[in-house]
């Protein structure tokens, strides 16, 4: 499968490499470029470059690189054809597949998401305008979930009948079975999977439905309140999160994303002004979840009950700290209220909730100590004893012994034995994170910088530059490939071998601010002195003529009115041309 060359250049063209990134990164403008962290590695200082005028990124800490169909796939784990279709999507652009045919997976998974897409808005129509889904709408209203929210949030109602969707929505059977939309019950009989609920669709992060989520109305005979779809091909649980195609704007933003454990705590979040919430879907927070977070934020707050969270949790938590450079926190809330709850009575309270969460760790030890007051000796020994054993399961020793200081205050014991305790630590594996590999740069010198402006101002500097002005190999054919392509960046790319990709990668997103003439004499004039240095002493009268006269020329070089024809001179020289004695007159 190929898709048209046409339609991928006008995707290059018409989508901003800008907006696509800035979705995933906090992007803020510096010169001509956009900055910010890299969202494939950690780090703390902002190295990651996106240039809009030539369509590229790179990192100059961990060397990724690419246009904006390699970012899609980089942070998206797709193929190539796949960011393609991302991008397409995002655009509005109908794509050609000059095979004449989608792979078979990719054609089952577009019907499959088509056919979810007619069933979300075929539940969203009921419940805005059917008669029987009067109930509904006072339940939502009753919670605060008013007619906007339901069409925000594409809010639906599942009749309760057997067969409504089947029925109803004139979606294929085997469409609705693989979605998990409906079965077939012991008569053999289509019978919809969902009945008598109010609905919550499920979208990924590019806004396509693939599962549905169903509350039952109080009252409801059911005993099984909540009811989320099974895993399907485009539905994975542990790789999903309820909202984030609403919230990953404002987690970019904020550098922050709240973890809630409902649909409605996300929606309440929104309501407060807290757009960042995602929810799980009836599954446990997964390493999963946190490495899709990753690519938006890194500040995680969990907006659940974490009471139950052990130790085994804990060392999960703190592991995922370490490996993906993110700090999880608890956010805790005053009278067992659930965030739904809290949104609609005090959103001034959700909020500072959240602004108060702590360190998962610091959590963990309030759980310890808050509210105890021990009076004897042994008691105050049991108490650190309990508050060090959570503070160890830490694996990094200066967290533990800063913890251990706390520790000490708060039960009365001497602040030295609990940091020997702390500086001891527990047996376990330490998380090791394999740091980015980091690649000696080349000097950006001249050479450099006139690459750089060949990209990104070809008319500017290219009647200036020969290929004998450059001394470095891979300078020199960085600048062959560059030449050959007419300055066109990906064009250049498909011809450059390895090293001389990287250059242009490099130049290609470099922010400078400089005059190309400036450089383009500086450059030539080094080049002279290079070659001149070079040449062995000659008898030649012309050799030592041209030789004097590259001298007066260099010269010429800083003077306005014949700078240009003294550079016309010194390239001919350079190159060797016979004709560079009738320039020079």
Same mark, same amino acid.
């Given at each position: 499968?190929?898709?048209? &060359?046409?339609?991928?250049?006008?995707?290059?063209?018409?989508?901003?490499?800008?907006?696509?990134?800035?979705?995933?990164?906090?992007?803020?403008?510096?010169?001509?470029?956009?900055?910010?962290?890299?969202?494939?590695?950690?780090?703390?200082?902002?190295?990651?470059?996106?240039?809009?005028?030539?369509?590229?990124?790179?990192?100059?800490?961990?060397?990724?690189?690419?246009?904006?169909?390699?970012?899609?796939?980089?942070?998206?784990?797709?193929?190539?054809?796949?960011?393609?279709?991302?991008?397409?999507?995002?655009? %509005? =652009?109908?794509?050609?597949?000059?095979?004449?045919?989608?792979?078979?997976?990719?054609?089952? @998974?577009?019907?499959?998401?088509?056919?979810?897409?007619?069933?979300?808005?075929?539940?969203? #129509?009921?419940?805005?305008?059917?008669?029987?889904?009067?109930?509904?709408?006072?339940?939502?209203?009753?919670?605060?979930?008013?007619?906007?929210?339901?069409?925000?949030?594409?809010?639906?109602?599942?009749?309760?009948?057997?067969?409504?969707? *089947?029925?109803?929505?004139?979606?294929?059977?085997?469409?609705?079975?693989?979605?998990?939309?409906?079965?077939?019950?012991?008569?053999?009989?289509?019978?919809?999977?969902?009945?008598?609920?109010?609905?919550?669709? =499920?979208?990924?992060?590019?806004?396509?439905?693939?599962?549905?989520?169903?509350? $039952?109305?109080? %009252?409801?005979?059911?005993?099984?309140?909540?009811?989320?779809?099974?895993?399907?091909?485009?539905?994975?649980?542990?790789?999903?999160?309820?909202?984030?195609?609403?919230?990953?704007? &404002?987690?970019?933003?904020?550098?922050?994303?709240?973890?809630?454990?409902?649909?409605? &705590?996300?929606?309440?979040?929104?309501?407060?002004?807290?757009?960042?919430?995602?929810?799980?879907?009836?599954?446990?927070?997964?390493?999963?979840?946190? @490495?899709?977070?990753?690519?938006?934020?890194?500040?995680?707050?969990?907006?659940?009950?974490?009471?139950? *969270?052990?130790?085994?949790?804990?060392?999960?938590?703190?592991?995922?700290?370490?490996?993906?450079?993110?700090?999880?926190?608890?956010?805790?809330?005053?009278?067992?209220?659930?965030?739904?709850?809290?949104?609609?009575?005090?959103?001034?309270?959700?909020?500072?909730?959240?602004?108060?969460?702590?360190?998962?760790? %610091?959590?963990?030890?309030?759980?310890?100590?808050?509210?105890?007051?021990?009076?004897?000796?042994?008691? =105050?020994?049991?108490?650190? #004893?309990?508050?060090?054993?959570?503070?160890?399961?830490?694996?990094?020793?200066?967290?533990?012994?800063?913890?251990? %200081?706390?520790?000490?205050?708060?039960?009365?014991?001497?602040?030295?034995?609990?940091?020997?305790? *702390?500086?001891?630590?527990?047996?376990?594996?330490?998380?090791?994170?394999?740091?980015?590999?980091?690649?000696?740069?080349?000097?950006?010198?001249?050479?450099?910088?006139?690459?750089?402006?060949?990209?990104?101002?070809?008319?500017? $500097?290219?009647?200036?530059?020969?290929?004998?002005?450059?001394?470095?190999?891979?300078?020199?054919?960085?600048?062959?490939?560059?030449?050959?392509?007419?300055?066109?960046?990906?064009?250049?790319? #498909?011809?450059?071998?390895?090293?001389?990709?990287?250059?242009?990668?490099?130049?290609?997103?470099?922010?400078?601010?400089? &005059?190309?003439?400036?450089?383009?004499?500086?450059? $030539?004039?080094?080049?002279?002195?290079?070659?001149?240095?070079?040449?062995?002493?000659?008898?030649?009268?012309?050799? $030592?003529?041209?030789?004097?006269?590259?001298?007066?020329?260099?010269?010429?070089?800083?003077?306005?009115?014949?700078?240009?024809?003294?550079?016309?001179?010194?390239?001919?020289?350079?190159?060797?041309?016979?004709?560079?004695?009738?320039?020079?007159?």
């Amino acid at each position: 499968m190929a898709i048209a &060359d046409d339609d991928i250049e006008r995707i290059r063209s018409t989508v901003s490499i800008v907006d696509v990134v800035g979705q995933h990164v906090q992007l803020k403008r510096t010169g001509r470029n956009w900055v910010g962290l890299c969202p494939f590695h950690a780090e703390k200082t902002p190295s990651f470059n996106v240039r809009e005028e030539t369509g590229r990124y790179r990192c100059f800490g961990c060397d990724k690189s690419g246009d904006v169909f390699t970012f899609v796939q980089e942070i998206e784990h797709v193929d190539f054809v796949g960011a393609v279709e991302n991008l397409a999507a995002r655009a %509005g =652009i109908q794509l050609n597949y000059t095979s004449g045919a989608q792979s078979k997976e990719r054609a089952r @998974r577009k019907k499959l998401v088509e056919a979810m897409q007619t069933a979300v808005d075929w539940y969203h #129509e009921r419940l805005l305008s059917s008669p029987d889904a009067r109930a509904a709408r006072d339940y939502l209203r009753s919670r605060g979930l008013s007619g906007e929210i339901a069409r925000q949030f594409k809010l639906g109602w599942a009749p309760d009948d057997w067969d409504a969707l *089947a029925n109803g929505a004139g979606i294929d059977a085997r469409l609705l079975i693989d979605n998990g939309l409906a079965f077939t019950n012991r008569r053999n009989r289509l019978q919809d999977a969902f009945r008598g609920r109010v609905l919550f669709p =499920i979208f990924t992060e590019n806004n396509e439905p693939v599962a549905i989520g169903g509350r $039952i109305l109080p %009252g409801s005979s059911d005993p099984a309140k909540y009811k989320n779809s099974s895993e399907t091909p485009i539905y994975t649980k542990s790789k999903t999160l309820y909202g984030l195609n609403w919230a990953k704007g &404002d987690i970019v933003n904020q550098s922050q994303v709240i973890v809630c454990e409902g649909y409605t &705590d996300v929606i309440g979040f929104h309501k407060a002004g807290m757009p960042r919430a995602v929810a799980t879907c009836g599954t446990a927070f997964t390493e999963e979840h946190v @490495r899709l977070l990753k690519r938006y934020g890194s500040d995680i707050v969990l907006a659940f009950d974490a009471d139950n *969270a052990g130790q085994g949790a804990a060392e999960r938590f703190y592991e995922w700290e370490e490996k993906y450079q993110v700090e999880v926190k608890v956010a805790s809330f005053p009278g067992g209220k659930d965030p739904g709850e809290m949104a609609q009575s005090d959103p001034e309270g959700l909020a500072k909730a959240v602004d108060e969460a702590k360190p998962f760790l %610091g959590f963990r030890l309030g759980r310890v100590l808050d509210g105890q007051v021990p009076q004897s000796p042994e008691a =105050i020994a049991r108490l650190g #004893e309990s508050a060090m054993s959570v503070v160890n399961e830490h694996p990094n020793r200066d967290i533990r012994k800063l913890y251990a %200081g706390e520790v000490a205050l708060r039960v009365g014991l001497p602040v030295e034995d609990l940091v020997r305790l *702390a500086e001891r630590g527990t047996r376990r594996p330490q998380v090791r994170v394999q740091q980015p590999k980091q690649r000696a740069q080349r000097r950006q010198n001249g050479e450099f910088v006139a690459i750089t402006l060949l990209v990104q101002d070809w008319d500017a $500097i290219a009647p200036w530059l020969v290929e004998a002005l450059f001394a470095d190999e891979v300078y020199r054919r960085a600048f062959l490939a560059v030449a050959e392509a007419g300055g066109e960046v990906d064009k250049s790319l #498909e011809i450059a071998d390895p090293e001389a990709r990287d250059v242009i990668e490099r130049a290609a997103v470099v922010d400078l601010e400089v &005059d190309a003439e400036i450089e383009a004499v500086n450059l $030539i004039r080094a080049a002279v002195r290079r070659e001149l240095s070079m040449r062995r002493a000659s008898d030649d009268p012309e050799l $030592i003529r041209l030789d004097a006269e590259a001298r007066v020329r260099m010269e010429a070089l800083g003077e306005e009115e014949r700078s240009l024809e003294a550079a016309g001179w010194l390239l001919g020289w350079l190159e060797g041309r016979s004709e560079a004695r009738e320039h020079g007159g």
